[in-house]
C-alpha cells in the first residue's frame, strides 16, 4: 500500500532534480552540487561501517582525487575525464596499504591508523610547496571536457552521482555484501564459516576510498581549487556524519544524512562555526538517543521506502521449504585412512603446557568424542585445530593436507567447521541469512566471481541454506531476528550454520552445555540423522556423557595436556586412569 | 652540542606527552575508551591556570598545580557520567562520539573564552646554563614534576587497593565484577585520574605557550602517536613511546620544520605498527 506512493515521491524528486536549472538559482545550484558530492561521500563510506569498522581518513582521499586531478590536470594538461582512473586508483592504493598494515589487527588500531593517516595527507599538501602549492593550494583547475557552464557542470555531477549509488547499490545483492555485515555482527563467528575477515575489510575500505577519489575528482574540477583547507578533518568527520545522522543499514540512510548536513544549515543564517558546533552536537545526541538514525525514523512511518530493497525481494523469491536433499558433506572417499591427523601438537600459555605432545585421528565418518575434566585444555585444541591459535610444532593434516598455522577462515574453507561453546550467531541477521552466510561462502568460491556474484545467482546455496535449517527444525522461524531465539534455538542454528559451511569434519565444541532435557534429545536425534543420511565426520566435546556415550564411536580422554585414554566409550569410562581423574581415588573405590 | 640540546629539549617534550599518554593510555587499557576530549582536558587545565595566576599572580601557580588538576577532574566524572558511560563496551562508537564531543566543547571555549590568547605567569623564570647547554627552569621542573607523577601513578597502581582493582578490571572486566569489585565505581576513579593528569599537564605546558581554545589538539595527536606506538593500554609503552616522540619531534623541529613533526611522528608510528601490528608493548 506505500510502495506507490513512495514510488511517486522518488519519480517527483528525480524529475525536480532533473529540472533543477531550469528553476533554482545559481547558488542552490552550487548547494546541490555539494549536497550530491556528500551523498558521494557518505555512500562510499557506508561499506566500511557495514563492516564493523570506522575510518577517520575519507577525507583525504577525496582530497587525494582532488590532488591527483588538479597536479595532472595543470602540469600535464590531461584532461579531467581521464584523470578519474588516475585519482580513483590514486586513493585506491593508498587505502590498500593503510588497510593491508591496520586491518589485519582488531580493536582501535585501525581507527587510529586512518587518523593517522589524515594527519600525514594534510602534513604533506601543507608542506610539499613545489608540488602541491603548500598553504595556499593550487588554482585554476580546468573543467572536463565539453563543460563550460554551471548547468552542465551540474548535471555531470547529478550523473557521477547517481552512477556511484547505483554501484554500491550492487554489493547489496552480492554474496560479499552479506559477508561484510556478517563479519559486522561478529567477525571471529564470520571467520570460523570460511570468511575471510581481512580480506572482506579491505575490499571495503579500498572500494570505498576509490569512490572518494573519484569523487574528489570532480569537487577539484568544479570549484576549480583545492587547498589543504578544502581537505580538513572536516570533510572526515562529515562523510562518518552522514551516517551517523542518517543511519547505514540501507543506501537511503547516509543519502539522507548527506543530503540533510548539507542543505538543512542553508535554510537559515548561521555562521560556519556554529553549524559545525551544531552537527557535532546532534551527532554526539544522535548517537545517544537514535542508534539508528534517520533511517530509523523512515523505516517506522514509511517502511515501503526500505522494502523495495533487496533482503524482501530476495527471500520471497525462494520456497519456504525446499524438497531437495542436498549432501552437506562430500562423497566419503574409498578406504579407512584418516580425515583428520594430529600429530605431536604442543602449545602452552606462558609456562602452563595445554598440548604436550597430542596425537589423535578421526577417520572418515567417524564420531569421537573428546573429553576431560575443566581446564583440560579441550577448548585450546579446539582452537589450535581451527587456527585461532597457532601451535608451537607438531602437525595437523586435514584428509593429508597440512592445515596448522592457518588462519581460521582458511581452515574452514579447507573443510574443519566448528561451533561456539557459548551461542554465536550474527544477531541483527535474520535466522534464514545466518545460514545462507555460509551456504553462500560454501558455494561462491567454486565459481568464477566468487563473492562478488549476485546472491540470487546461487541458487544450490539457498537450498543448501533450507535444507540445513529444517535438519535443526528451525525453518519455521527463518525470518526472525537471531538475537530473538532462545538459548537452545540459538545453538541449534550455529549447528545449522556450520553444516551449511559444508565440512568434511565437524568439531562441535560442547554443543549440548544449556540445553534441557528435551533440547539434548533433540540434538542427539539430529546428529545421529546426519550420520547415517550423510556418513559425517564429528570430533565432539562435551562434558555430559550420557550424550558422549550414546553418540561418539570412540573416545579420547585428554589430561593436563596428553592423552591419557582412547578406544570405546565404555572403555574409557571404565579406565582407571580415567576414572582417578574424574571421580578421585576415593570415587573410584567406592563404584568399584 | 647541538644533539645534546636536541636530547634535552626532547626529554622536555616527552615529559608533556607522558602525562598526557598516561591518562589516555589508563582510560583505554582499564575501560576500553579512547578519548578524544582529552584534548579539551588540557586545555581546561591551561585556563585553570590563568585564572589562577591572573587573579593571584606568581603565586597562584602553586595554587594552579592543585586546582588544575582538580578541577578537570570533575569536569573528567561529569563527561562520564553524562556520556561515555553510555558506551561501555561500544569502543568504536565512543569513540566517535568523543571526537563530536571534543568539537562541541573546543567551539564553546571559542564562545566562552574568546579568541584573545592569554598568558600564564610561572614563579621558575629564567634559564640554567650548563657550558653552552640552555634549559629554562620552568622546563626542568616540568621533567621532575612528571617524573614524580610517575612514579607515583605507578606505586598508586602497584601498591593500593584500588590499583589493584584498576589491573584487574584491565586484564577482565566481567571476572573483576564477579569478584566482587565495583566496576562503576571504579570507570569515575579511573576518569578522575586520566581528568586529573590531563589538567596537570595542562597547568604545566600552560606558561610556556599561548592559551588558547585549540590548545589541547597538538598534544592530543601526539599522545595519540605515544600510545599507538607503545600499545594502547601498556603504561611502560607509553613512557617509553613518549620518550621515543619526544625525541624524535625535537630532532625533527630542529633539523627540519616544526610543521612536520605531527605528520613525521604519525608516518614513522605507522611504519613501526606495519611491522609490529600492536605496537611496541601492546599484547
Known amino acids: 500500500m506505500w510502495r506507490y506512493p513512495a514510488y511517486a515521491a522518488l519519480g517527483l524528486l528525480t524529475a525536480a532534480l532533473l529540472a533543477a536549472p531550469f528553476w533554482l538559482g545559481s547558488y542552490v545550484l552550487h548547494v546541490l552540487m555539494l549536497a550530491f558530492l556528500a551523498v558521494v561521500l557518505g555512500v562510499s563510506y557506508r561499506l566500511l561501517l557495514l563492516g564493523g569498522q570506522a575510518s577517520f581518513c575519507h577525507g583525504a582521499f577525496y582530497g587525494i582525487g582532488g590532488y591527483v586531478t588538479a597536479i595532472l590536470a595543470l602540469r600535464y594538461q590531461i584532461d579531467v575525464w581521464l584523470l578519474t582512473v588516475p585519482a580513483a586508483l590514486a586513493a585506491g592504493f593508498c587505502a590498500l596499504v593503510l ?3 591496520s586491518l589485519r589487527t582488531k580493536g582501535p588500531y585501525f581507527f587510529l591508523m586512518t587518523f593517522g ?13 613545489r608540488l602541491t602549492g603548500g598553504y595556499s593550494g593550487l588554482a585554476n583547475i580546468p573543467p572536463p571536457f565539453g563543460i563550460g557552464t554551471q548547468w552542465q557542470f551540474y548535471y555531470v555531477i547529478l550523473a557521477v552521482t547517481a552512477a556511484i549509488v547505483g554501484l554500491f ?11 561484510i555485515r556478517a563479519i559486522g555482527q561478529s567477525d571471529q563467528l564470520a571467520e570460523a564459516l570460511g570468511v575471510s575477515r581481512a580480506r572482506s575489510l579491505i575490499a571495503a575500505f579500498v572500494v570505498g576510498a576509490a569512490a572518494a577519489g573519484l569523487g574528489g575528482t570532480f569537487y577539484a574540477s568544479y570549484i576549480t581549487f583545492v587547498s589543504p583547507n578544502s581537505f580538513s578533518m572536516w570533510v572526515s568527520i562529515n562523510a562518518l556524519t552522514y551516517s551517523i545522522v542518517g543511519g547505514f543499514d540501507t543506501l537511503l540512510g547516509p543519502t539522507l544524512g548527506a543530503a540533510s548536513v548539507t542543505l538543512v544549515p542553508l535554510a537559515f543564517d548561521w555562521s560556519a562555526e556554529l553549524v559545525q558546533t551544531l552537527v557535532a552536537a546532534s551527532i554526539v545526541a544522535i548517537m545517544m538517543f537514535f542508534p539508528a538514525g534517520l533511517e530509523g525514523i523512515v523505516r517506522r512511518f514509511a517502511p515501503a521506502l526500505l522494502e523495495a530493497g533487496p533482503e524482501r525481494t530476495r527471500s520471497a523469491g525462494t520456497p519456504p521449504h525446499s524438497p531437495v536433499q542436498r549432501s552437506s558433506a562430500p562423497e566419503p572417499s574409498p578406504g579407512r585412512q584418516p580425515l583428520l591427523e594430529v ?17 589423535l585421528e578421526v577417520a572418515e565418518g567417524e564420531v569421537v568424542g573428546l573429553i576431560g575434566p575443566n581446564g583440560a585444555g579441550k577448548s585450546t585444541i579446539f582452537n589450535l585445530l581451527s587456527g585461532v591459535l597457532r601451535p608451537e610444532s607438531g602437525s595437523i593434516r586435514l584428509a593429508g593436507e597440512e592445515i596448522a598455522g592457518r588462519p581460521p577462515a582458511a581452515v574452514a574453507r579447507s573443510g574443519l567447521v566448528r561451533t561456539f561453546q557459548s551461542t554465536s550467531v550474527f544477531d541483527g541477521l535474520s535466522v534464514f541469512d545466518n545460514v545462507l552466510v555460509a551456504a553462500l561462502r560454501a558455494e561462491a568460491e567454486q565459481r568464477p566471481l566468487g563473492s562478488w556474484r549476485p546472491r540470487t545467482t546461487l541458487g544450490g546455496a539457498y537450498e543448501a541454506a533450507e535444507h540445513c535449517l529444517s535438519l535443526v527444525r528451525l525453518g519455521h522461524l527463518r525470518e526472525a531476528k537471531a538475537r530473538d531465539l532462545p538459548y537452545g534455538a540459538k545453538k541449534m542454528l550455529g549447528l545449522a550454520m556450520a553444516l551449511a559451511a559444508r565440512p568434511r569434519m565437524l568439531c ?7 540445553l534441557t532435557g528435551h533440547e539434548v534429545q533433540e540434538f542427539i536425534d539430529t546428529i545421529r540423522r546426519l550420520k547415517s543420511e550423510h556418513d559425517i565426520t564429528i570430533l565432539l566435546v562435551e562434558h555430559r556423557m550420557p550424550v558422549v556415550m550414546q553418540l561418539c564411536d570412540r573416545v579420547y580422554a585428554l589430561y593436563s595436556g596428553h592423552i591419557c585414554a582412547e578406544g570405546k ?6 579406565d582407571e586412569t580415567v576414572q582417578r581423574i574424574y571421580l578421585g581415588e576415593a570415587g573410584r573405590k567406592r563404584r568399584a | 652540542m647541538l644533539y645534546t640540546q636536541i636530547i634535552i629539549n626532547g626529554l622536555t617534550i616527552a615529559a608533556y606527552l607522558a602525562l598526557m599518554a598516561l591518562g589516555l593510555t ?10 578524544f576530549v582529552h584534548g579539551v582536558m588540557l586545555m581546561l587545565g591551561g585556563y585553570a591556570a590563568f585564572l589562577c595566576t591572573s587573579q593571584l599572580g606568581k603565586t597562584g601557580y602553586y595554587v594552579a598545580l592543585v586546582a588544575a588538576p582538580a578541577a578537570v577532574a570533575v569536569f573528567a566524572v561529569l563527561l562520564n557520567l553524562a556520556f561515555f558511560r553510555r558506551f561501555t563496551g561500544n569502543l568504536l562508537s565512543g569513540a566517535v562520539m568523543s571526537i563530536a564531543l571534543s568539537v562541541v566543547f573546543q567551539n564553546l571555549a571559542w564562545m566562552w573564552f574568546g579568541g584573545d590568547p592569554k598568558r600564564v605567569l610561572t614563579p621558575f623564570e629564567g634559564v640554567y646554563r650548563f657550558g653552552g647547554l640552555i634549559i629554562s627552569k620552568h622546563r626542568l621542573v616540568v621533567v621532575l614534576a612528571t617524573i614524580a607523577v610517575v612514579f607515583a601513578v605507578h606505586w598508586f597502581i602497584r601498591h593500593t587497593r584500588t590499583g589493584r582493582a584498576l589491573r584487574a578490571v584491565e586484564q577482565n572486566p566481567y571476572a573483576a565484577q564477579l569478584v566482587g569489585i565495583d566496576t562503576s565505581v571504579l570507570s569515575y576513579a579511573t576518569f578522575a585520574l586520566s581528568g586529573a593528569l590531563a589538567g596537570l599537564a595542562g597547568a604545566l605546558i600552560a606558561p610556556t605557550q599561548l592559551i588558547l581554545p585549540n590548545m589541547g589538539a597538538t598534544p592530543l595527536l601526539m599522545a595519540f602517536v605515544v600510545i599507538i606506538l607503545g600499545g594502547m593500554g601498556s603504561i611502560t609503552g607509553a613512557l617509553v613511546a613518549a620518550v621515543v616522540v619526544g625525541l624524535a619531534q625535537s630532532l625533527i623541529t630542529t633539523l627540519w620544520s616544526p610543521q612536520l613533526a605531527v605528520g613525521a611522528s604519525f608516518l614513522i608510528a605507522m611504519a613501526i605498527l606495519a611491522v609490529r601490528p600492536t605496537g611496541l608493548f601492546g599484547r
Do not use: C, H, K, W
Not at chain 1, 169 to 179: H, M
Not at chain 1, 508 to 514: F, I, N, S, Y
Not at chain 1, 569 to 574: F, I, K, R, S, Y
Open chain 1, 99 to 101: 588497510g593491508a598494515i
Open chain 1, 117 to 129: 593517516f589524515l594527519m600525514v595527507f594534510d602534513s604533506f599538501v601543507s608542506n610539499a610547496q
Open chain 1, 169 to 179: 547499490a550492487y554489493p547489496e545483492r552480492t554474496v560479499f555484501g552479506l559477508q
Open chain 1, 343 to 359: 600429530r605431536d601438537l604442543r602449545f602452552g600459555f606462558g609456562g602452563i603446557r595445554i598440548a604436550d605432545g597430542i596425537s
Open chain 1, 508 to 514: 562441535l565444541d560442547e554443543p549440548v552445555t544449556g
Open chain 1, 569 to 574: 566409550p565404555l572403555e574409557v569410562a571404565n
Open chain 2, 26 to 35: 589508563l582510560l583505554f587499557g582499564v575501560l576500553r575508551i579512547v578519548n
